[in-house]
């Protein structure tokens, strides 16, 4: 058989530039990041909607360029957001929550948060013309005695308001949290699956060549895909 469906080679690592002074542009192989004082803008390259995090007036903090990443140094009380190249072409960001810091703290405000959700994997969700640009769910963890220790941790929205639910960690300990942005198509990626059962001729009675077909698609995505299959017709009688 024969299937379509159209996907694109991932980049292999994000750019970095300087739009001025006070800026920087980070380049994926499918969307794009603009950071600034007041916020993150989040944008894919074919359309002119975007959607952005800012950060609370008045809370104003310059990006510092840190090689490969970029910083924004107490971005909230006692809370660093550093952007960084995560592979594979994608961003991350981290939030790293130094001793005393309170998560309550962490508040981003969404333009156009009546469109944005979190969807049943606990992803955040940002609708753009047919595609979407998602946060993964968040993965919150400390470091104690050489231990990884991980900390129930999920996105939360409040009207236009967005933060962080955590679960019980140690206040006294650096905490970080750590998503991963990512566009997600309408196409996706695709797995199909086919099974066919054939029943030969009965040499005595002639009878015809039957195929029992049973086909399905599922998309990696949450949003229905479209596939043409192309599957073989018997072969007629000679």
């Known amino acids: 058989f024969l299937s379509y469906c159209s996907f694109q080679e991932p980049q292999k690592n994000l750019n970095f530039s300087i739009i001025h002074s006070d800026a920087y542009l980070v380049e994926s192989g499918n969307y794009d990041l603009i950071l600034d004082e007041k916020g993150i803008e989040m944008r894919t390259a074919d359309v002119e909607e975007a959607h952005k995090l800012s950060f609370t007036p ?65 992803e955040l969700v940002f609708p753009l013309e047919g595609d979407e640009v998602r946060h993964s769910a968040p993965i919150a963890f400390q470091k104690i005695e050489n231990e990884t220790r991980f900390v129930n ?31 997600a198509s309408e196409v996706g990626t695709v797995e199909l699956r086919i099974s066919q059962t054939v029943t030969p001729a009965n040499p005595t009675t002639g009878t015809p060549i039957t195929y029992t077909l049973r086909y399905g698609a599922r998309s990696t995505t949450d949003n229905p895909i479209n596939a043409k299959i192309i599957l073989p017709l018997p072969l007629a009688e000679g």
Do not use: H, W
Not at 159 to 181: C, N, V
């Open 58 to 122: 008045g809370n104003e903090i310059k990006p510092l360029q840190k090689g490969e990443s970029v910083l924004y140094e107490d971005l909230f009380d006692n809370t660093d957001m550093l952007i960084y190249d995560q592979g594979s072409g994608l961003a991350a960001y981290d939030l790293v929550l130094r001793p005393g810091a309170n998560p309550e703290d962490i508040a981003f405000q969404l333009e156009n948060a009546e469109s944005v959700f979190i969807n049943q994997k606990g």
């Open 153 to 183: 941790c999920n996105f939360k929205l409040d009207g236009d308001q967005l933060g962080f639910e955590l679960g019980e960690f140690d206040p006294d300990r650096e905490l970080i949290i750590d998503p991963t942005i990512y566009l």
